[in-house]
């Protein structure tokens, strides 16, 4: 099985025959039944969080060097802190992300939707067209961040995801290893600028004194996390319904848009992995897993288990429990931006499907991949738009949508 690339196949055979396997090349033990994975999560002081934002392929002393040149580095703030200082972290950015604030942005995700659509005809690819900027814009907007270079923080986020999650060679950690940098130093510079009586996420880590290195290296990881994996479900969500029959001109009925979101983050969850650290001896499905054991969490896998999901392969909107996934995580570290995604891409879907009903795949041909340890989603979605819908009744629906204050209230 390639860890970069498995496939549904791979996943079913780790569950059932495999749960808790060592993979020789990494040295990682592969958890995939949910059970086992949402206890892994579920129990901070038995699993630390310390690995997971450790480059899958070591980075060679060479390319730390450059890294080090630019004062680049990654202490423990949310993602990767098991110690006291993490509840006071995400505390300050959960101030940012509170179920009010991103209920308010519902329409300002429609009105980002309606102007790419705008300025679609014919055979699009989405992910450049829709999926690509939006989250980053939408993010940027939510942390109160003002004057960025959108296509330079794409370029150096999607540097820094392949450097840290890429099987790359040494020559690949070289070159992704400036853009890595730059982003960092760039982060610096405007955490040190900020004045802390300002209303944005610089501002709030300078109020708080927050160590410069650390909130860096906050910034660095929610700017990244905040965006790219909402472009990967965006990719994943258009693909999963789209090839589902009939599914695409329902998306406007109430409910349905937000259980084909629920779906394609059990199925074919973005963030198809995370990493733990066995911090003792434990036993896992009968394994015996011993004491500083980096472990995979296989969430991909643990979303189509059987013993928890009815029917996992199928895609099913108005499945019950469908939240029960764990594509979020779960516990003392659950993504704190679970609330503001689930929204982005509901508001997407519905606002694409009610400008183009008759949208439709160019190709019934598999979708290229990305190909990361812990990310994972198309990287296009070729489709045929179709006519346009009459933009009178659409424009009432988006009327009728600011007017219901968002569907994040529910
Ligand atoms: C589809 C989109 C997303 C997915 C699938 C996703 C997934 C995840 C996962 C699996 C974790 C680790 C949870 C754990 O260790 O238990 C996580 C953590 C986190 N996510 Fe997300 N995420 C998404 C979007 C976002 C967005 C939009 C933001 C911010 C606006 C965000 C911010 C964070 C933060 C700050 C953490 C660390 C929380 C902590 O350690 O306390 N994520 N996310």
């Known amino acids: ?91 300050l950015v959960a101030r940012f992300l509170t179920p009010a604030r991103v209920a308010a942005v519902g329409p300002r995700i429609a009105e980002l939707a309606a102007e790419r659509l705008d300025r679609l005809s014919g055979r699009v690819d989405l992910h450049p067209a829709l999926a690509r900027d939006l989250p980053a814009t939408v993010l940027l907007e939510v942390m109160g961040i003002r004057d960025v270079d959108v296509d330079a923080l794409k370029a150096w986020s999607t540097a820094s995801l392949e450097l840290f999650w890429g099987d790359v060679t040494p020559e690949r950690q070289h070159e992704l290893a400036r853009p890595a940098a730059a982003f960092h130093q760039w982060l610096t510079a405007r955490i040190k600028a900020a004045d802390p009586g300002g209303d944005d996420l610089f501002a709030a880590l300078r109020a708080q004194d927050v160590p410069i290195r650390d909130a860096a290296g906050l910034c660095y990881f929610l700017l990244i996390a905040g965006q790219e994996t909402t472009t990967q479900l965006l990719c994943a969500a258009f693909h999963a319904v789209l090839r589902e029959d009939g599914l695409w001109s329902r998306l406007g009925e109430p409910g349905v848009a937000a259980g084909c979101v629920e779906e394609v983050l059990r199925r074919d969850p973005p963030v198809s992995t995370w990493r733990r650290v066995a911090a003792e001896p434990v036993t896992l499905s009968g394994v015996a897993v011993p004491a ?76 290229p991949m990305l190909g990361l340890l812990s990310f994972r989603a198309p990287v296009s979605v070729v489709v045929e738009l179709g006519d346009q819908d009459d933009l009178a009744g659409g424009g009432a629906a988006f009327q009728q949508f600011v007017g219901a204050g968002g569907v994040g209230q529910r």
Do not use: K
Request: charged fraction near 25%; hydrophobic fraction near 45%; include cysteine.
């Open 292 to 367: 500083g054991a980096p472990l995979l969490l296989m969430l991909a896998g643990s979303g189509s288990d059987p013993a928890v999901f009815a029917e996992p392969e199928r895609f099913c909107p108005a499945r019950p429990h469908a939240r029960r996934h764990l594509a979020f995580g779960f516990g003392r570290h659950f993504c704190l931006g679970a609330g503001l995604a689930r929204l982005e891409a509901e508001v997407v879907l519905r606002e694409t499907a009610r400008r183009f009903p008759r949208l439709r795949l160019a190709s019934a041909d598999r979708p």
């Open 1 to 91: 099985m390639d860890l970069f690339q498995p496939e549904p196949a791979d996943l079913r055979s780790l569950r059932e025959d495999a749960p808790v396997h060592r993979d020789e090349r990494t040295g990682m033990w592969l958890v995939s039944r949910y059970d086992d994975v949402r206890a892994v999560l579920a129990d901070p002081r038995r699993f630390h969080p310390d690995n997971a934002l450790t480059a899958v392929v070591p980075i060679p002393r060479p390319v730390l060097r450059v890294l080090a040149r630019a004062g680049f580095s990654l202490p423990p703030t949310l993602a990767n802190n098991g110690t006291a200082t993490h509840a006071d972290l995400r505390r």
